[in-house]
Structures are given as C-alpha cells and as structure tokens.
C-alpha cells in the first residue's frame, strides 16, 4: 500500500517520441516540485498516463488501463491519477471520461503540459478535479527543466504540431497547427545539452523538413548550425515528409561531419492513387526519385520507413505496388501498419473500408518483403567493425550491452567493462533481420 506522505510519482508512456519528450518533460516538473520516481506503479501516490491515440488499439489499451485505476481510487483517497497525451484532445475522449471515468483527477492535454504544475497545485489544495484542454498550440520560445531517461542522448522539440492532414491521420487534430521554434533557442538548448555531456541528439517533428522560424531560418539551416557544436557527435531527426524534402536537406548528408547516415522517411503506400486519397502530396515517382537522390549523395544511408495497408479502396493491384516498391527501395527497416479508421478523420467516413482479414493478409505478405530486405542490408555488415553509440545493458540478457550504428542498427555485443554513453566500435560476428550481434574491440 501506498505512503501517503511519500510524493512518488510514475508516469506511463504511450506513442511516438515527443509523447516520450513530453513525459521527460513532465518529470523534471514534479521533481522540480520535490515529487520522486516511485519503483512501479503499484508504489506511486501520483501516476500520470501520457496517452496515444493514432490507431485504435492505443484506445483500447487506454481504456483498460484507465478502468484497472477505479479500485485504487476507491481504496486510497490520496492517490493521483492525471491522464494527458493526444487522447484528451479529442472531445469524444473528453466526453467518455466525464461520463465513466469521473474519478480521474487531473485531465490536461499535449498544449497545456506546462500547465501541469499549476493543476496539481490547485488539485491538492482544493482536492477538486482539475480540467486544462486547448485546441491549439501555444508557442514555447524556450524548453528546460526536462528529466532526461539518458545522460548521453537527448530528444529536441523543433517543431510542433502538424499541418499536413493526410486523410488517415489524428495527429493534426491532437496536437494542433504547426508551430516551429527559433533556431537562436534550439542552438542553445543543443549547446547546453552538450555541456552537460550528451552525445547525440534527435530533433523531434511531425514534419521536420517544414521548420521554418521567424528568421526564415529552414531546417537545413538549422542542421548545419547544430552540427558544428562540440560535443554533439550524433545528429538524427524524425520525421521527414517526403513532399517536401529538398535538395539542400540531400546536401547536408553529403556535407555535415555529424548528421548520422539515416534516414526515416514514410512512404505510406506505394500507389500513386492511393497516395492521392491519402493527401500525402506525393506520388511513387517522386518518392523513388528522392530515395535515388539520397543514395546518389550517400551511397550507405540507411532508409527506413512506416507504411499502411488496407487503406480504403486499397486493391490488391495497389498493395502489390507496396510490395514492389518495398522491393525496389529494400529497405533497412519499416514500421508497418493496419489502417486504423480515426473518428473524424476524413478517411474513416470513406466508403470503400478494406475488410480485417484482408489487412491481415496483406500485412503479412508486406513483412516479408520488408523482412528480405532488411536482412540483405545487415548481412552486408557481418564482419565490419562500426562504431557504436551504446546505450547500456541489453534488456533481454544482461550479460550483454546495447547500442546503435550510426544507421541506427541496434547491436547486441559483449563488453569487458560498461562503456555506457561512449562510442566504440563493435566488430560485427552475426547479422539478423532485425538486430547485429557483436564483440568490443580492445
Ligand atoms: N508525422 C509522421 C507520422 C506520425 S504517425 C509522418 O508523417 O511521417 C506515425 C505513423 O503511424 C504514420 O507514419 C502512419 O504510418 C501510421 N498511422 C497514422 N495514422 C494511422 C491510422 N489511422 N491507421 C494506421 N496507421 C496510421
Ligand atoms: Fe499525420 Fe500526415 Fe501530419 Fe504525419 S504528416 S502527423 S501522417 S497528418
Ligand atoms: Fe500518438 Fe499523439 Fe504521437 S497520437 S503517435 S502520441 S502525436
């Protein structure tokens, strides 16, 4: 049972990497207000749920575990519980939770995080709910105070938001219009970062590629102001919109000394018509010719990407056009996904929805296409020595450690001692689909 006089805190992360940010984010608050991390859940007086909800099995998880907190509440009238994230953001999830949940204590949503001291003030003060929702996003000219899960790498917010509205997707909905910070703040968040000994940082964005500050500062531009910063040895960002990726983003991965050779980049479909239905502002052409174009300025760039099948009216003529365009780009790695139908988005009112077991079908035969190349690219590696960027203790056995390529392969290798946060190099013994087992060498 819980200590009531003991502030512990556990905060449960769904979704993407700025839900992740965020929770970092939200930490450093409570800390900041002498709140400490519990060991589980179990322990916390305070629990926080940092919600997600782009496809719909995230609702139903969301759901279930919201329900699990009834009998805590019920049992322990000082325990805490506050959901945030991009379900509060729609008015259905707002409507759901008054109606059923009635008990949750602080709801607040993606544009009002850094209301939350503020309503966990007043919550414990009054002992009243407190409710903080806006539409859209205020602009944050400056970021501190985050509790970051590792010393030697660190997310950067560079944008938020999205304006782009592709026909599937919540995420405009949730996280409002898109706003980009000043890359003055940006530069000096990075510099501070570095000062306090981290290594590699991942600029954060719906879309990167559409940053653009006050100055008329591009993303390219910031790149190349981030890059000659010392310390940072490791630049990655996520996402870029293939639509709007230029020729000056292609030379940066020819010309920056530090901006790893990666790149996520989200194809969706490879069918120009069903590219169309999804808004992407792309078609299958332009995509493989930006794909050549990257590889023409850096011939070992990894490629990786999300893709959805079983869109409405997917053909199975279009989903083959998927698979021969997986085939094509060979991909290093792909996230692949069921459409999911998003209540008010325009995609769910479409008419023509794709039946389960056909997704099903198609998500299988995707895997493999995805899978051959996957595979291709990391035999090539058997043997090689890369540097590593390692991260710490392998999760599934300890005796081994854990780290990622410049490529972000993740690498599973035995080491006489804990280099956490140092980049090494591992000489690579064993390449597998989806990871590369390795030795330190001396
Ligand atoms: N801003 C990023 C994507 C964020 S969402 C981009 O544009 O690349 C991450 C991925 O979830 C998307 O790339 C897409 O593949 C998938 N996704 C989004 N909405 C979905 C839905 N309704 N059903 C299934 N997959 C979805
Ligand atoms: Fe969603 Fe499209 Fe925006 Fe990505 S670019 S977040 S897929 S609307
Ligand atoms: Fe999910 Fe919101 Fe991220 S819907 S994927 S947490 S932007």
């Not at 805590?72 to 994230?85: A, N, Q, Y």
């Not at 501070?192 to 964005?205: F, K, N, P, R």
């Not at 999911?340 to 479409?350: L, V």
């Not at 993740?410 to 080491?415: E, I, Q, R, T, Y």
Request: with cysteine; aromatic share 8%.
């Amino acid at each position: 049972m819980s200590n009531s006089t003991l502030k512990t805190y556990y905060i449960i992360t769904y979704g993407c990497q700025m839900n992740e940010h965020d929770s970092e984010n939200l930490a450093g608050m409570l800390e900041n207000n002498g709140w400490i991390p519990a060991e589980n859940e179990e322990e916390a007086q305070l629990i926080i749920m940092n919600t997600c909800s782009v496809r719909e099995n995230a609702d139903n998880r969301f759901y279930g575990t919201l329900g699990q907190f009834k009998k805590r509440k019920t049992e322990d009238p000082d325990f805490i519980l506050c959901v945030t994230g991009c379900m509060p953001q729609q008015e259905k999830v707002q409507r759901e939770i008054r109606e059923h949940f009635g008990w949750v204590d602080i709801l607040f949503g993606t544009q009002t995080l850094r209301e939350f001291p503020q309503l966990l003030e007043a919550r414990l003060r009054t002992g009243k709910k407190q409710i903080s929702i806006l539409a859209d996003n205020p602009v944050l000219p400056k970021e501190e105070g985050a509790k970051r899960m590792h010393k030697h790498k660190a997310f950067v917010n560079i944008t938020y938001g999205c304006n782009n509205f592709c026909t599937y997707c919540i995420v405009p909905y949730t996280r409002g219009r898109e706003k980009s910070r000043s890359l003055e703040s940006v530069v000096q968040e990075v510099r501070e970062l570095a000062s306090e000994g981290v290594v590699e940082i991942s600029l954060l964005g719906q879309n990167v590629n559409s940053f653009r500050d006050g100055e008329g500062n591009t993303f390219p531009d910031l790149l190349r102001a981030l890059d000659g910063i010392p310390g940072i040895e490791r630049i990655r960002f996520m996402t870029s919109n293939p639509k709007d990726l230029s020729e000056e983003l292609i030379a940066c991965f020819r010309d920056l000394s530090h901006l790893c050779r990666h790149i996520h980049l989200p194809v969706q479909s490879g069918s120009s018509r069903i590219l169309k239905r999804m808004n992407r502002r792309y078609d299958r052409e332009r995509y493989l010719d930006v794909v050549r174009r990257l590889r023409e300025a850096c011939p070992d760039i990894a490629i990786t990407t999300d893709i959805i099948v079983g869109f409405p009216g997917e053909t199975e003529e279009d989903f083959l056009e998927t698979v021969s365009l997986v085939r094509e780009v060979r991909y290093d790695a792909a996230f692949t996904f069921i459409y999911s139908p998003r209540e008010g988005t325009p995609a769910a009112t479409f008419p023509d929805q794709i039946p389960e077991d056909v997704k099903h079908d198609r998500l299988n035969r995707l895997n493999e296409a995805v899978n051959e190349g996957a595979y291709a690219h990391n035999k090539a590696l058997e043997g090689l020595t890369l540097p590593v960027l390692v991260d710490g203790k392998s999760r599934r056995d300890d005796r081994f450690y854990q780290g990622r390529t410049d490529g972000f392969k993740l690498v599973n290798f035995k080491a006489d001692r804990d280099y956490t946060g140092e980049i090494v190099p591992v000489h690579l013994t064993e390449c597998k689909t989806f990871s590369l087992n390795g030795e330190v060498e001396a």
